[in-house]
C-alpha cells in the first residue's frame, strides 16, 4: 500500500501540480493539503493495522497462559470417564461444558438437544477359541501337543453392534477382507471370519481402516457370515472401538476387534490346517431412542451479531479409555479460546459461537443436527473452525477444497506462521464435525495436526490424561483464539457460501464423492439428507 500511495502522489505532482491553476498560492496550498491528506489516510490505515496485530498478539500471549486448561481436562477426563451418548456419563459431560463455558465468561450458554435413534453398551464380552482335528477326522498330534486346546480370545465389541451368543463357530481366514479375499475364500455360511490389519502409522490408514470394515460387512452378510473378528491395528494387546454406522443404527452383525498377537496366531494356527472354533458370549445392550445434546456458547459481535463464526470440538468420547486426544483435549481448547477472547479485552465484530458437539463418535450426528436445525441460517455462517485430533502440532489447516478462498484464508493464518502453523490444504475430507458444514457450502478450516501419540492411542483405552501434551494444547488455544478473531473481524467475508452445484464439484475433484461412498455417506447427500438443497 505505501508503494501505491507513493505512485499515486507522484502521478498527482506531474499531472495535476503543473496545472496552470496550480501555480498560484491558493493552488500550492491545495496540493499540499491533498498530500496531508493522503499521508493521513496512509498513516491511519498503518496504524489500525498495528494496532490489529498487536492486539492478536496479546489474544495469543494471553490464550496461550490457558490458566484453567489442565484443571479442566482433568475433570473431564479422570472424573467423568468416557462419554458415550445416552449414559450418565456423557450427561455429567454436559453439564460440565455448560459450566465451564459461564466460567470463562460466555455471553450466553445453552444446549441444543436432538435424539439418536438407538443408545447402545457393551456387556461383558467373552471369546474362547477352541482348536479341533481338522475336516471331522479322529484325534490328531500336531507338535507333540494332543488337540483338542482352547484359549481366551482379547476382543471387544464393536460399536453398536448387536448382542450375540454362540458357540462352536469355525473362523475362516479372508485375509484382508477384499471381495477378491471373499470370493477365494470356500463356503462361509454359518462360519466367523478373521480379517487381517497392517499396522496404523498414517492418517490415511486410519482413514482406510473405516473404508474398509463396510466391504467386509457387505460381503459378510452376503455370504451368510455368523461374525467378524477384526484384527487390532495396534500393538501389545491394545483394544479399542470404532463403529460401523453412520446414523445411530445397530450394526448388521456381530463384529469384535480382536488384538492383534491373538489374530496373529489364529491366523498361524489355520494356516496350519489346524480347524478352529469359537464360542461368544457378547450382551451388547441396545436401547430405544435417546436424547443428548450440543452446548453451544456465545461471544456476541460488536458490529454484525446476526453473522457468526463457529469453533468446535466434540463432547462425546468412546469408553475404554477416558477420551483425552479424541477429543477432551480440544473440548477444553474451545472453552479456553473462549476465556482468552473475553480476558483480553477483544470485542468480536462478528457473533463467535463456541460450540461443543455431541454424537460425534456415531457418525457426526451432534454436528448434523446443529447444521439441520440451523439450516435455515447458515447464510449468515461465515466460517467454522474444528479440531480434533489430539495434542500433536498444528501445521496449519484444511479448508475443504475451497481454492477459491485462499488468499483470504493466508490472511487469516499469518500470525501463525511464526509457529509454523500456517500451511493450507485445499483437500476435502470427512470425518469430523467441520463436515457437515461444509456439505452446506460454508467455509471450513480443519486443524492438520502431525500424528504424535493420536494414532496408537485412538479410541483406544490408553487414550487417557496423561498423554496430552499440554505444552502444544496450550499453543493451540492461542493458534484457535488468532483464527476465530481473524474470521469475525475480516470486513469481508473469508469466501462466499457456494451452492450445491459447487459443492458437488469440488467432491468431485478433491476425492470426497470417494470416501463418502465408502463410508456409505453419499447417498445421504443424493437423499438430501445431507448437505445443501438446490
Known amino acids: 500500500m505505501k508503494g501505491s500511495l507513493f505512485l499515486f502522489l507522484f502521478l498527482f505532482v506531474i499531472f495535476v501540480s ?3 491553476a496550480m501555480k498560484t498560492r491558493t493552488g500550492f496550498a491545495l496540493v499540499l493539503v491533498i498530500f496531508g491528506c493522503a499521508l493521513a489516510v496512509w498513516n491511519s490505515g498503518r496504524s489500525a493495522r498495528a494496532a490489529e496485530q498487536s492486539n492478536v498478539a496479546t489474544l495469543m500471549a494471553e490464550a496461550e497462559k490457558a490458566p484453567t486448561l489442565r484443571a479442566n481436562l482433568r475433570e473431564l477426563t479422570d472424573e467423568i470417564g468416557g462419554r458415550v451418548p445416552g449414559t450418565p456419563a456423557m450427561e455429567r459431560a454436559i453439564r460440565w461444558g455448560i459450566e465451564k463455558f459461564q466460567a470463562a465468561g460466555a455471553d450466553e450458554v445453552h444446549t441444543e438437544a436432538f435424539t439418536i435413534q438407538h443408545g447402545w453398551g457393551e456387556g461383558a464380552t467373552r471369546v474362547l477359541a477352541k482348536f479341533a482335528p481338522n475336516r471331522g477326522e479322529g484325534e490328531v498330534v500336531t507338535h507333540r501337543i494332543r488337540l483338542p486346546l482352547e484359549f481366551t480370545l482379547r476382543a471387544v465389541s464393536l ?3 448387536p448382542a450375540a451368543q454362540m458357540s462352536g463357530v469355525e473362523i475362516v481366514d479372508v485375509g484382508a477382507g477384499s471381495h ?18 497392517e499396522p496404523m502409522k498414517t492418517w490415511e490408514d486410519l482413514f482406510g481402516e473405516y473404508q474398509r470394515v463396510p466391504v467386509v460387512v457387505e460381503e459378510s452378510v452376503k455370504r451368510g457370515v455368523r461374525a467378524i473378528l477384526i484384527q487390532s491395528t495396534r500393538p501389545q494387546d491394545l483394544l479399542y472401538r470404532h463403529i460401523n454406522t453412520n446414523h445411530g443404527e445397530a450394526d448388521r452383525l456381530p463384529g469384535l476387534i480382536v488384538a492383534r498377537e491373538d489374530a496373529d496366531r489364529l491366523a498361524r494356527l489355520l494356516a496350519e490346517k489346524i480347524r478352529v472354533s469359537i464360542d461368544i458370549s457378547m450382551p451388547n445392550q441396545l436401547t430405544g431412542p435417546i436424547h443428548t445434546a450440543n452446548v453451544v456458547a456465545e461471544l456476541r459481535g460488536s458490529e454484525k451479531p446476526d453473522e457468526y463464526v463457529v469453533l468446535g470440538a466434540h463432547l462425546d468420547s468412546w469408553e475404554l479409555g477416558t477420551g483425552a486426544l479424541d477429543n477432551g483435549c480440544n473440548a477444553a481448547l474451545v472453552i479456553e479460546a473462549l476465556r482468552a477472547i473475553r480476558v483480553s479485552g477483544i470485542k468480536p465484530k462478528r457473533t463467535i459461537r463456541f460450540i461443543l458437539f455431541s454424537g460425534e463418535e456415531e457418525g457426526l450426528l451432534g454436528s448434523l443436527a446443529y447444521v439441520h436445525a440451523h439450516r435455515a441460517d447458515m447464510d449468515k455462517y461465515v466460517a467454522a473452525v474444528v479440531f480434533d485430533t489430539g495434542t500433536g502440532k498444528v501445521t496449519g489447516f484444511s479448508i475443504g477444497g475451497r481454492k477459491d478462498m485462499l488468499n483470504a484464508a493466508n490472511e487469516i493464518v499469518e500470525p501463525l506462521k511464526a509457529w509454523d502453523a500456517a500451511t493450507l490444504t485445499t483437500d476435502a475430507e470427512w470425518g469430523t464435525d467441520h463436515f457437515d458444514f461444509m456439505l452446506e457450502g460454508v467455509p471450513t478450516f480443519m486443524a492438520n495436526q502431525e500424528e504424535a ?3 496408537v492411542n485412538y479410541h483406544a483405552s490408553s487414550d487417557t ?3 496430552v501434551d499440554f505444552a502444544n494444547l496450550k499453543r493451540h488455544v492461542a493458534e484457535a483464539a488468532a483464527v476465530m478473531v481473524g474470521l ?7 469466501g462466499p457460501r457456494i451452492s450445491r452445484q459447487e459443492i458437488e464439484r469440488i467432491s468431485h475433484e478433491s476425492g470426497l464423492e470417494g470416501q463418502m461412498r465408502s463410508a456409505d455417506i453419499w447417498r445421504d447427500w443424493e437423499s438430501g439428507a445431507r448437505g445443501r438443497t438446490p
Open 18 to 20: 503543473n496545472h496552470p
Open 159 to 161: 460399536g453398536w453392534g
Open 180 to 197: 477378491d479375499d471373499f470370493a477365494h475364500a470356500g463356503e462361509l455360511r454359518g462360519k466367523a471370519v478373521l480379517v487381517h490389519s
Open 453 to 455: 501419540n493420536y494414532l
Open 465 to 467: 490424561f496423561d498423554k
Open 488 to 494: 469475525a473481524d475480516r470486513r469481508e467475508r473469508v
